[in-house]
Nanobody, 123 residues
Framework: QVQLVESGGGLAQAGGSLRLSCSAS????????MGWYRQAPGKQRELVAT???????NYADSVKGRFTISRDNAKNTVDLQMNSLKPEDTAVYFC?????????????????WGQGTLVTVSS
């Protein structure tokens, strides 16, 4: 099995900062792309930011200049630094990874999601 575990959500005031972290564990040979998505109440899940194993990043227009995604390939972790938070950033944030699994998952290519962590930004 392969799991993603997120941490770092919580409550912040508008203009404040939060940092989300996500760690991949289990039967893993290689983690390829990693990213963060979010889902606000009553809305569809949307991309926030992604990062390749080589460090190439992509951001939603709504977070460019405010959020920074980074990863540690040796530790299979990805972080999201969120600055200048706005009330509209309130959502459940999900970590995502594209993984080449090991023997326990029959060397499968997997797309794995974390359980989500709630970020609430008050005005």
């Amino acid at each position: 099995q392969v799991q993603l575990v997120e941490s770092g959500g919580g409550l912040a005031q508008a203009g404040g900062s939060l940092r989300l972290s996500c760690s991949a564990s289990g039967s893993i040979i290689r983690v390829n792309g990693m990213g963060w998505y979010r889902q606000a109440p009553g809305k569809q899940r949307e991309l926030v930011a992604t990062i390749t194993s080589g460090g190439t990043t992509n951001y939603a227009d709504s977070v460019k200049g405010r959020f920074t995604i980074s990863r540690d390939n040796a530790k299979n972790t990805v972080d999201l630094q969120m600055n200048s938070l706005k009330p509209e950033d309130t959502a459940v944030y999900f970590c995502n990874a594209e993984v080449l699994g090991g023997l326990a998952v029959r060397y499968s290519h997997l797309e794995v999601w974390g359980q989500g962590t709630l970020v609430t930004v008050s005005s």
